[in-house]
Structures are given as structure tokens and as C-alpha cells.
């Protein structure tokens, strides 16, 4: 199996400390957060994962090159950004003989098992299927509404959220869906892809995994006690 991990942001929220780091490489205890993240693909079953960088990418290449074991890390800079979903279509060729995939944004933080995703994906029969999670400020993500699984509705950063069942940014997806996204770059999962699998994607709960969206250095703070803390990680 194959996955994007989308690490290319700037981190602008997080300065002054990703002036000098990227925001995919702080550390959470010992371990920064492209490692947390390739392990947990590597235990879900992936072998191969494409890295986007921009910011800062020659760091990354060298954290890269200095690891070993699996997966195989494949690196693709991109001089101006492309967007989460711009990333997907201009990589269209790493997943299209594949049955499904998975991408992930990498600023996020949890416990969560993928193969409760992977196993959901597989059995539901869509071509794609979101992860949710119980915001605290619904109004900063995007919100999905669900009935018997299925997703019957998104919107992005709605100023009046009709829910707070927001989405995780854990994404499984069958090749299929990247000719969904069309338009200039950058484009974005949340923004121009999502609102075409209303009526056509599945959601699973994380169902109280730790889960944090490390944006800022409040948050990043917060991840570092609390992962530490609850799990010893």
C-alpha cells in the first residue's frame, strides 16, 4: 500500500520556531512528527509514502536520508506550493495502479489506528473515506455531517457550523477520486475536493483517540505534555 504524508506547509502560525525547523520535523518528546507518522504507516501495512516539501526541504531531505527501515520515503519538492489536493493530482502516478491510498496531514498528532481506517475503507465500498473527530472551535474546520455512515455533508470553516464533527485530515481514497480535482493549484482537500464526495464517501470516528492539530505553539506545547503524559511516547 501506498500514502501521502503532506508535510509541505509553511508553518506561519508557529513562528519563530519553524524560522529554522519544519513544522513536519518538531519534536514531539523524541521523536519529531514525520517520524510518528512514517511508523504509524509502516505498522498499518504501507510500504511506500510520498513526502511533499517546500519550506526548509533540504532539513527533511537529510532527516530522511538518515533513516532506515520502512517505508521507503519517496521526496518530491515543490518550488511553490500545490495545495493538499494539487499535491495529490500532480502525483497521480505514484497511486494509480494501486487500490487505494492513503494521505495524511502530517501537522496532525494522534494515537489513532489507520488499520480501523483501512478496514473500513476496504469493506465500504466508496471511493473515499474521511476520519472525524469532535472539534472544540468547529468553526475553524471543516464539518461533516453523517448519516449511517455516509457522508451527506461538508462545508469548510463554516462562520455557523451545523455540527462539530469536523474532519481529521486521514484520508483513504481509490486512485478515482483525483480526477475529481480540477482548477488551478493551489488546491486544496478540504476546499475542492471534499464537497464532490458528499453522497459518495464513507466516515469513521476516531472514537477517542488522542487527536491535536499542532498549528501553534500553544498546541505544540499541549501535544508535547499530554503524548508524553497519557502515553509514554
Given at each position: 500500500m501506498k500514502a501521502f504524508l503532506l508535510a509541505a506547509g509553511l508553518g506561519t502560525r508557529l513562528r519563530?520556531?519553524?524560522?529554522?525547523?519544519?513544522?513536519?520535523?518538531l519534536r514531539i518528546g523524541e521523536s519529531p512528527l514525520l517520524d510518528i507518522w512514517l511508523d504509524a504507516l509502516a505498522r498499518s501495512g504501507v510500504?511506500?509514502?510520498?513526502?511533499?516539501?517546500?519550506?526548509l526541504?533540504?532539513?527533511?531531505?537529510?532527516?530522511?536520508?538518515?533513516?532506515?527501515?520502512?517505508?521507503?520515503?519517496?521526496?518530491v519538492e515543490e518550488p511553490e506550493l500545490l495545495g493538499s489536493a494539487g499535491t495529490l493530482r500532480a502525483n497521480r502516478d505514484f497511486v494509480a495502479d494501486e487500490e487505494m491510498f492513503l494521505a495524511v496531514n502530517a501537522d496532525?498528532?494522534?494515537?489513532?489506528?489507520l488499520n480501523v481506517l483501512i478496514d473500513a475503507h476496504r469493506s465500504g465500498g466508496r471511493?473515499?473515506?474521511?476520519?472525524?473527530?469532535?472539534?472544540a472551535r468547529p468553526?475553524?474546520?471543516?464539518?461533516?455531517?453523517?448519516?449511517?455512515?455516509?457522508?451527506v455533508g461538508y462545508v469548510e470553516k463554516p462562520a455557523d457550523p451545523p455540527s462539530d464533527l469536523a474532519n481529521a485530515g486521514?484520508?483513504?481514497?481509490?486512485p478515482s477520486v483525483l480526477d475529481e480535482i480540477d482548477g488551478p493549484t493551489p488546491a486544496d482537500?478540504?476546499?475542492?475536493?471534499?464537497?464532490?464526495?458528499v453522497g459518495r464517501a464513507s466516515a469513521v470516528d476516531l472514537n477517542g483517540s488522542y487527536f491535536i492539530d499542532i498549528g501553534t505553539p500553544a498546541a505544540l506545547r499541549s501535544a508535547t505534555d499530554e503524548w508524553e503524559g497519557r502515553f509514554g511516547k
Open positions: 519563530p520556531i519553524t524560522d529554522s525547523t519544519p513544522k513536519c520535523l510500504d511506500e509514502v510520498l513526502v511533499n516539501t517546500h519550506h526541504a533540504d532539513l527533511v531531505r537529510a532527516h530522511v536520508a538518515a533513516r532506515t527501515g520502512r517505508p521507503i520515503v519517496h521526496l496532525n498528532l494522534t494515537d489513532f489506528d471511493i473515499a473515506t474521511l476520519t472525524l473527530f469532535r472539534a468553526s475553524e474546520c471543516g464539518i461533516v455531517e453523517v448519516t449511517n455512515g455516509l457522508v486521514i484520508y483513504a481514497f481509490h482537500i478540504g476546499y475542492n475536493l471534499l464537497p464532490r464526495m
